[in-house]
């Protein structure tokens, strides 16, 4: 993994071309780079990365930063009921219990964050507001035979 101006690249040695190869994964747009050594694959990501800005900035537009903060994930009811289990046994809600287990498994990874910028509901507090959301329609294609 390699770092750029908050942009993260991970990459892969290609034996068969000899030549490693990657990808900016923070963001929904597509930033490849490619290097003969480690040199010049960091070298390949800093102007990949630099191109990508002034584009933005000559399209007016702001660099995508795509993560909200908001994660939706399945898990299953029996994780689930668990979760909330463990939650209720720390005195915390299952949003703050969530946070600090994913904090933990990401901070030991090799350039994890290392301090919370999460502000999770506390008990105690008041719930921040949900915006209200329209359920989205499920639709079927059917064939009509005549």
Not at 73 to 88: D, E, N, P, S
Request: some cysteine.
């Amino acid at each position: 993994m390699i770092e750029y101006k908050g942009y993260t690249g991970v990459f892969e040695f290609d034996p068969d071309l000899s030549l490693f190869a990657g990808h900016v994964v923070d963001l929904r747009d597509e930033i490849y780079f490619e290097g003969e050594s480690v040199t010049e694959l960091e070298a390949s990501m800093r102007r990949a990365v630099d191109h990508y800005v002034r584009i933005c900035r000559a399209r007016g537009e702001e660099p995508d930063k795509p993560f909200s903060g908001n994660l939706q994930l399945r898990i299953g009811g029996r994780l689930h009921r668990a979760a909330a289990v463990a939650a209720a046994a720390e005195g915390e809600s299952l949003n703050t219990w969530l946070v600090r287990a994913v904090e933990a498994a990401a901070s030991a990874q090799p350039g994890a964050i290392r301090e919370s910028t999460a502000e999770p509901y506390r008990a105690g507090t008041a719930r921040p507001e949900r915006p209200t959301r329209k359920p989205k329609a499920k639709t079927r294609a059917r064939r009509v035979k005549r």
